[in-house]
């Protein structure tokens, strides 16, 4: 299908930098949780098998924790997952007018995923205490597998927006006809989606791990921090690779479907093969400068030879290139080379512990953990910068511009403001209260008992 | 029936489990808001958190549900509503947010301070988001969102039908929930809990009903189209409305348990598909017809499909999550 005539811009501009910072900073926001929602559920059932298996009482513990955190987590992913479908229609109604039908199919499916999540999660973080051991665990499994299903929706959704098919246009440029396969299994869907999950594993293994490390480093060198290391970090080590194959494949794909953000990503200005990989460096229309050039590398990586032709910006119309070349290149060699070094800690680690079934005994180990988690974090919104702010100008690529597709509606950037000052509460409230919790857990108490805010003085008297 | 009206049909199941479930949810911020000082509070507060904790994130979902059907199977509709009562919707928004956070945060933060201030921020958004909800309703129903969308930010809400559906949607949301925890005080046991539940009850039902009467007479000055089907394609669900609200209060007058939740449950359900009943075949009357906003029949075929999944899979789970929770598997404290 030949993309349409763009249409008549039918907001003003700031209207659409307000709105796309808005949903920008709501998603890097939630983005961090739904990593928690797909990739801590596995993490904490691993913990809870051992604990099971090998009568293992301080793996029970870490499961318990670990599940305790994630009903904080969980409550704020929750609503601020909510706050994206409202922002759906309140940001992008046009978007959502022309092409809701088409790929709103794949949000319909997430509905069902997230809603088992949900219903699992909650029997499986209020049954500790009166589910048998096994059947506790079990009631744990759906968790896994719908968090990877959401994902796998959700992704596929975005996947659609960077490679739209599955459906038909009448003159006017109404959807008359929609196949929701293929919607969901667009040729993005392929790499995207298991980029994503992937990530969810990185992003919660090194983070949990980063957390213990920050114990061991401060002396709490007993075998509960050990297995709270040892289990997300093994997670996190056994993604890292495959991540890598998947994310050479996906830059693959990227350079032959959608070559305007190829270019952006690699600062390439003119159409040619034996292209120059930069790392690093500002992106500028006389080249690139303050990079490290690697000659040919480029086209070597798009095609297993210096020979292969790589599409510069010079064929990209003027008016569908992306915006923000040089933020596009350096978050993606944010994110490869963050990548590199998570594996590279992963080959560290793997390796001693294969020679010595031990953590490596240098504190440097432990601080190259404790700084994984947040790594993992930047790499992981590195990468979403990079997919959506390479997409730009389009919101559904080829077919409709995101200043079609933005809102009329005044506001916008008080909104921003509002939203800002909430989610930097909400967030600074979420550590502070899961700090409490870990505070509370290793002077050995447990939750605050009694009534929710009444002095617990009270409730005992009079319960 | 044709698929568009299918779609609608599962549009409104959506609506009113999320009526049912979530607005009870809400009403148990309410209760909880008026339950007086810390110490006085206390027991009726804890009550509310052992109910609602275990089940309220899955009841939310019920509301994710709503949004996905509505701008999945009816993108226009969706869009204009969206385009033109964003300032309610943002309020609810934001109440959505405040009110989830609040309640998570509420259990586990350090000292008395922090818990009252995130308590507090639970009670009072569970009042404001309801209100704003129903606001939106309100204003749907009164024919305050065009077709086209980008109706007035401000006028299309701030009329009395609107903001008489708000103080509905809070009032029977509390309704149900003194209710429901009718049920939950006397499974504990705490007879005296039982009885303030009771008292609130009555009082509850008694505000809804007002707000309903209220709302049917700007029903007739605002929506007429709305009103006219109503009372008369739409007569048995109000006149089912009104036994299911009698007749829980005759029970509870007479010192009875039984039947309470499905009379409660039978009022509101009977309210929202009189509003279906009434409106149809308008998404948004009387501009915009459920077939002139359908998506195309293959995406219509996937809204079947994931009802159908939900059918057996969803519903077969939160029934053994209620299950769990009200045979006291499942703990509220922690």
């Given at each position: 299908m030949p993309p349409l005539d763009?249409?008549?811009?039918?907001?003003?501009a700031s209207n659409l930098l307000a709105a796309r910072e808005l949903m920008a900073f709501t998603l890097a926001f939630h983005i961090v949780l739904s990593c928690l929602g797909v990739a801590l559920p596995a993490t904490i059932l691993v913990a809870n098998y051992l604990g099971l298996k090998r009568d293992d009482a301080d793996a029970m513990e870490l499961a318990r924790r670990w599940s305790k955190a994630m009903a904080v987590t969980f409550a704020v992913g929750a609503v601020t997952g909510t706050v994206l479908s409202f922002e759906f229609g309140l940001l992008w109604p046009e978007f959502m007018d022309r092409f809701g039908s088409v790929f709103g199919v794949a949000f319909a499916i997430e509905g069902i995923f997230f809603f088992l999540e949900a219903i699992f999660l909650a029997i499986y973080i209020y049954g500790w205490k009166r589910l048998g051991g096994w059947a506790h665990f079990w009631s744990g499994v759906p968790m896994v597998i719908t968090g990877i299903g959401g994902a796998f929706s959700v992704v596929a959704a975005n996947a659609w927006m960077n490679q739209p098919q599955g459906f038909v246009l009448d003159a006017a440029g109404k959807v008359v006809d929609t196949d929701p396969l293929e919607v969901l299994f667009n040729p993005a869907t392929g790499y995207e989606a298991p980029h994503m999950i992937l990530a969810a594993y990185m992003v919660v293994g090194f983070l949990v791990a980063s957390i213990y490390a920050v114990g061991m480093l401060r002396g709490r060198r007993d075998r509960l921090h050990r297995l709270g290391l040892l289990i997300p970090l093994a997670i996190g080590c056994i993604a890292t690779p495959i991540q890598l194959f998947v994310g050479d494949t996906a830059a693959r794909e990227i350079a032959d479907h959608q070559p305007a953000k190829f270019a952006a990503i690699e600062c390439i200005e003119e159409t040619g093969d034996h292209q120059t990989e930069y790392l690093g460096g500002i992106c500028t229309s006389d080249g690139v400068k303050w990079a490290i050039p690697i000659p040919d590398l480029d086209s070597y990586l798009v095609g297993?030879?210096?020979d292969t032709e790589v599409t510069g910006l010079n064929d990209i119309p003027a008016d569908e290139r992306p915006p923000a070349n040089t933020l596009l290149h350096l978050s993606f060699d944010a994110m490869v080379g963050i990548g590199t070094g998570l594996l590279a800690l992963g080959a560290w680690f793997g390796f001693v512990w294969w020679k010595?079934?031990?953590?490596?005994?240098?504190p440097w180990f432990l601080r190259a953990v404790a700084v994984s988690g947040v790594a993992s974090i930047v790499a992981l919104w590195c990468g979403w910068i990079v997919t959506e702010v390479g997409r730009q100008p389009w919101i559904v690529q080829g077919y409709m511009r995101t200043s079609e597709a933005?809102?009329?509606?005044?506001?916008i950037w008080f909104a921003f403001a509002g939203v800002l000052l909430l989610y930097a509460g909400l967030g600074t409230t979420a550590i502070l209260v899961l700090r409490g919790m870990s505070k509370r857990w290793r002077a050995g108490e447990d939750e605050p008992e009694g009534?929710?805010?009444?002095p617990p003085a009270a409730s005992e008297g009079a319960a | 029936m044709t698929k568009a009206d299918a779609a609608a049909a599962i549009l409104w199941v959506g609506a009113t489990f999320y009526a049912l479930f979530g607005g009870a949810d809400f009403g148990g911020g309410l209760w909880d808001l008026l339950a007086g000082g810390p110490e006085k509070g206390a027991r009726p507060r804890e009550l509310i958190q052992r109910s609602l904790t275990p089940v309220w994130e899955a009841n939310h979902v019920w509301l994710i549900f709503v949004l996905v059907v509505l701008w999945t199977a009816f993108p226009p509709a969706f869009s204009a509503i969206f385009s033109t009562l964003y300032v309610p919707i943002a309020l609810a928004a934001l109440g959505i947010v405040l009110r989830g956070a609040g309640f998570a945060f509420r259990k586990s933060i350090e000292g008395l301070q922090g818990r009252r201030a995130a308590g507090a921020t639970f009670a009072l958004s569970s009042v404001l988001t309801p209100f704003f909800m129903g606001a939106v309703v309100g204003a749907i129903a009164s024919g305050g969102v065009p077709a086209a969308g980008n109706g007035d930010a401000f006028s299309s809400w701030i009329q009395p039908l609107p903001l008489l559906i708000g103080g509905m949607f809070v009032a029977s949301g509390a309704y149900l929930s003194a209710v429901f925890l009718v049920g939950d005080a006397r499974r504990a046991g705490e007879e005296d809990m039982e009885a303030y539940f009771v008292r609130r009850s009555m009082v509850a039902a008694a505000v809804a009903g007002a707000f309903a009467l209220a709302g049917l007479f700007a029903l007739h000055s605002e929506a007429r189209y709305v009103f006219d089907r109503l009372v008369a394609e739409g007569l048995p669900l109000v006149i089912l409305s009104g036994f299911c609200g009698l007749g829980l209060l005759a029970v509870l007058l007479r010192g009875?348990?039984?039947?309470l939740r499905p009379l409660a449950a039978g009022a509101v359900v009977a309210v929202v598909w009189g509003w279906g009943v009434a409106q149809f075949p308008y998404l948004l009357p009387t501009s915009l017809r459920i077939d002139q906003a359908a998506a195309p029949d293959p995406t219509m075929t996937v809204i079947f499909v994931v009802f159908a999944v939900a059918a057996v899979l969803v519903l077969p789970s939160l029934a053994l999550l209620y299950t769990l929770s009200q045979r006291d598997l499942l703990e509220g404290e922690h």
């Open positions: 763009p249409l008549p811009l039918a907001a003003s297993f030879s210096a010595r079934r031990d953590i490596p005994p240098t933005v809102t009329e509606a005044d506001g009534a929710p805010y009444g | 009875g348990r039984r039947p």
